[in-house]
Each structure stands twice: as structure tokens, then as C-alpha cells.
């Protein structure tokens, strides 16, 4: 099976007139590499309504699964006005490719289980106490999670809710290959590197070293993230990590959305 892996596509942010849609453009990689499915490391968008008819119309026009997990921005919904993030990570949960609390067997041999994973401050640099990273605020940025996403919880609360769930999972699916997804970033190899005057206090909100722990525990054959807006791969103890984020347009290498999606796209033959 050849499985397609990105994240962080942020189709609103990213949209140009004259211009493909930056889910047409994944559309059209996915059935020119005559891909078996396709997982989403989150990010789609700011709404939860523009995220779910993306996945709907990938999943629709593709024939394959799509595979989905939120991303910090997918919880945001700044226009519509909901205030509760768990009314809408359950209506995440009503798109039949979303991994949170819901394992997904590939085939016989492998499985995919995924949540959104969330941030406990681990990744943060020693200079910075837990109240300064409490406060989401540091050198006139604020990051801004704090401002749309209400849990209703800590952010180490919500760290563990996630954690634990993924743990679960991978206790119960213990005769399959796993492929593993979070959105947070699962393996400080993939923060921001230091030193960097910014980033020393908000790489606090890229992930969890515990997410780590799960892949050597568990054996897990690949672990893929995103959130970070970086392209790296990396193997450590046989498990293959990949975060693929095609990000926002300013970052990008080419000019056209489907040059930039192409590079931006891996591929893993399973």
C-alpha cells in the first residue's frame, strides 16, 4: 500500500486567486501517485466547517481513506463562534477517516491510531518557569491557543487526556504495525533548535518528549507529526518519524501551489 503523508495545509491562509485550491492540488497528487490513502497530520484550516468539507471532498473524489487528525488551528473556529473545543472536536468525530479515540486498521497487518496530542511545556528551554509558560505570553507574542481554544482544562490536563487514550490504543492493538499521528510534535529533534531569542519559550507549545516514550514502548514503526511547519524525517530505535507540513505561503520554496505540494507530500510504501 503506498500511503500519502502531510499536514498543515491551511487551504484558507493559503488560498490565491488564479490559483488551485490547495485541496484540489493534494487531490490531484493523490490520484497521479495512485495513492492507497492518505493521512492528515492537522491544520486544514481555521474553521471546523471549511476543515470537515475539505476531508469530505477528498475522501469523496479520491475513493481512498482519508485519515485525519485535528490540529491546533482546526479547533479555533474563529468565524463561527463556538466556544466550547469539545463540541467541536465531536464533530471532528463524525468524519469517518478521524483517528481521535478511534483506531483504523489499514489491513491485516497494519494499523493507524492518532489524536491531536498537545503540549506540556517539556519541549520549553530550562530558563523558563512552569507560571511563565502558564501564561502563553512572552516578548510581546501571545500564543493563541490561549485566546480560541478552551478545553476547559490545563494544558497539561489535556496533554494527558490525549496521551493516555494513544497509550490505550496501543495496548489494544498489540498484533499490528502501527503508524502513529499526532499533530503536536512527538520527538524534541523536531523543535525549533536553539538558540533562537523567540522560540526558546514558545517551542513550549510544539509538542511532548512523552509522545516518545509511546513509540519505543510500543514498538510503533512510524510516527508522523506536524504543527512545526518543518520537512524533516527521522528514524531513532525503528520507528520512522516524518512531519511533511506544507505550511503557509510565505514559507514555501515555489510559487505554485502544486510544485509546493508535490515536494511537500511523502510517500510510505507499507
Known amino acids: 500500500m503506498k500511503i500519502g503523508i ?13 490559483e488551485p485550491l490547495v485541496e484540489d492540488a493534494l487531490l490531484d497528487q493523490a490520484v497521479r501517485q495512485k495513492l492507497d490513502g492518505l493521512i492528515i497530520a492537522g491544520d486544514i484550516s481555521n474553521d471546523v466547517n471549511r476543515s470537515l468539507s475539505v476531508l469530505e471532498m477528498l475522501k469523496k ?11 491546533n488551528h482546526d479547533y479555533w473556529s474563529k468565524d463561527n463562534g463556538i466556544t466550547d473545543t469539545w463540541n467541536i472536536y465531536r464533530q471532528f468525530q463524525s468524519f469517518e477517516g478521524c483517528l481521535s479515540e478511534r483506531p483504523y486498521q489499514l489491513n491485516q497487518d497494519w494499523a493507524v491510531i492518532g489524536n491531536s496530542g498537545w503540549y506540556d511545556y ?8 512552569f507560571d511563565q509558560f ?18 476547559g482544562m490545563s494544558n497539561r490536563d489535556i496533554h494527558r487526556y490525549f496521551y493516555d487514550r494513544m497509550e490505550r490504543e496501543l495496548a489494544e492493538i498489540s498484533n499490528s504495525s ?5 499533530h503536536m510534535l512527538a520527538h524534541p529533534y523536531f523543535k525549533v533548535p ?5 522560540w526558546s519559550y514558545f517551542n513550549a507549545f510544539l509538542g511532548s518528549r512523552d509522545y516518545a516514550e509511546l513509540y519505543r514502548k510500543y514498538g510503533v514503526r512510524y510516527g508522523i507529526m506536524g504543527h512545526v511547519h518543518y520537512r524533516k524525517r527521522y528514524m531513532e530505535l525503528g520507528t520512522e518519524m516524518i512531519c511533511a507540513c506544507l505550511g503557509y505561503r510565505k514559507e514555501w520554496h515555489h510559487v505554485s501551489v502544486t510544485e509546493e505540494l508535490c515536494d ?4 510510505i510504501d507499507i
Open 6 to 18: 502531510i499536514s498543515d495545509l491551511h487551504v484558507d491562509l493559503n488560498e490565491l486567486p488564479g
Open 61 to 71: 473524489e479520491s475513493g481512498i481513506p482519508v485519515l485525519f487528525v485535528p490540529g
Open 122 to 129: 517539556t519541549m520549553g528551554e530550562p530558563e523558563y518557569t
Open 134 to 151: 502558564e501564561r502563553m505570553h512572552a516578548m510581546d507574542r501571545t500564543w493563541q491557543d490561549s485566546i480560541y481554544v478552551r478545553w
Open 178 to 182: 502501527v503508524i502513529m499521528v499526532t
Open 194 to 198: 536553539m538558540p533562537h531569542p523567540q
Open 264 to 267: 511537500c507530500l511523502q510517500v
